[in-house]
């Protein structure tokens, strides 16, 4: 593509890590860069290609983006051996900022982060300033009794005629079948599980740190066999905390957690790009004004929405 330029980066103490750095090709870059890398262990080019799409279309409105693998993950390897795998993603978070800023002289970034990777950037950003926005989606929920049993029942109803529910039937199959391996976690990688009750206790001790250094914060959350969304749903009790207020809450019922669907992407590149382009430009761009109503995506390039 003419607007953009990609170069491929080993990075971080011995060249451990492996990511890709665009930029816009025929303008001066915005003084934001967006950091992209991994949905639990899928490759940094993000589920459906969505992270390689998202970095054309923030490319094309002036922003430079850097997608990697965390160390030990896709074609990185292991950065440390901290047996914490926060600590290891943190790590992993700043070696690529040290990279885009060493590149690019840029000094501030914008995290997307996707599922597993929501806590990683929450927790880079608790510690490392260079963060002032995070894009996050699908990360931590906490319905409450009437919104879990809604769901319990929605689902029931919903997943045989999901078109993903015969791709995960078979593998819940193979999961249980005697002597099968695919439950193992990666040694030291993806191990680490908290209760949920600790979850939300470090979900909002860390949320109002973030909010009280007045980091920008975008929470997505997928309409996965969701199907509503009533008053912030996702957040539970903490949706009437008053640190909340300030974030912007978007529950996307047409986007799924692997954004399968032409549409789910289009949509999904709209709100992240949008959100993205604006913080990292650092005003409020003509396209955010003239956003289309919830459900009605943008034109975005079909090499770009195509799975």
């Known amino acids: 593509?003419?607007?953009?330029?990609?170069?491929?980066?080993?990075?971080?103490?011995?060249?451990?890590?492996?990511?890709?750095?665009?930029?816009p090709a025929q303008q001066?870059?915005?003084?934001?860069?967006?950091?992209?890398?991994?949905?639990?262990?899928?490759?940094?080019?993000?589920?459906?290609?969505i992270n390689v799409k998202l970095?054309?279309?923030?490319?094309?409105?002036?922003?430079?983006?850097?997608?990697?693998?965390?160390?030990?993950?896709?074609?990185?390897?292991a950065l440390d051996t901290g047996p914490d795998l926060q600590t290891r993603a943190v790590h992993s978070l700043?070696?690529?900022?040290?990279?885009?800023?060493?590149?690019?002289?840029?000094?501030?970034?914008?995290?997307?982060?996707m599922c597993s990777g929501v806590e990683h950037a929450m927790s880079a950003a608790a510690v490392d300033a260079r963060l002032v926005a995070l894009s996050l989606f699908d990360g931590f929920a906490f319905p409450q009794r009437r919104t879990r049993?809604?769901?319990?029942?929605?689902?029931?109803?919903?997943?045989?005629?999901?078109?993903?529910?015969?791709?995960?039937?078979?593998?819940?199959?193979?999961?249980h079948l005697p002597g099968s391996t695919a439950t193992r976690p990666l040694p030291g990688y993806f191990a680490d599980r908290r209760p949920p009750d600790v979850n939300a206790i470090w979900f909002e001790a860390t949320m109002k740190r973030l909010v009280e250094r007045e980091v920008a914060v975008q929470l997505l959350y997928s309409g996965s066999l969701h199907v509503r969304d009533r008053d912030r749903d996702q957040l539970g009790a903490l949706c009437r905390e008053p640190f909340m207020q300030g974030l912007q809450y978007e529950f996307m019922r047409d986007v799924d957690h692997t954004v399968c669907t032409v549409k789910g992407q289009?949509?999904?590149?709209?709100?992240?790009g949008d959100w993205v382009a604006e913080h990292c430009l650092a005003?409020?761009?003509?396209?955010?004004?003239?956003?289309?109503?919830?459900?009605?995506?943008?034109?975005?390039?079909a090499t770009l929405a195509a799975p």
């Open 1 to 23: 593509m003419n607007d953009l330029m990609q170069t491929p980066h080993r990075f971080g103490p011995g060249d451990a890590l492996m990511g890709m750095l665009t930029v």
């Open 28 to 49: 001066v870059p915005a003084p934001v860069a967006c950091l992209m890398f991994n949905m639990g262990a899928n490759h940094r080019v993000g589920p459906r290609r």
């Open 55 to 77: 970095a054309h279309v923030l490319a094309a409105r002036g922003v430079s983006s850097l997608r990697f693998d965390l160390g030990g993950v896709g074609d990185s390897d």
């Open 94 to 113: 700043q070696a690529a900022m040290d990279l885009a800023q060493g590149v690019l002289g840029i000094r501030q970034f914008a995290v997307v982060a």
């Open 149 to 175: 049993w809604e769901l319990t029942v929605r689902r029931a109803l919903a997943v045989p005629m999901h078109p993903s529910f015969p791709g995960k039937a078979r593998r819940w199959v193979l999961r």
């Open 266 to 272: 289009q949509l999904f590149l709209q709100s992240v």
């Open 283 to 301: 005003t409020s761009s003509p396209q955010r004004h003239s956003r289309p109503a919830a459900g009605t995506p943008r034109a975005i390039p």
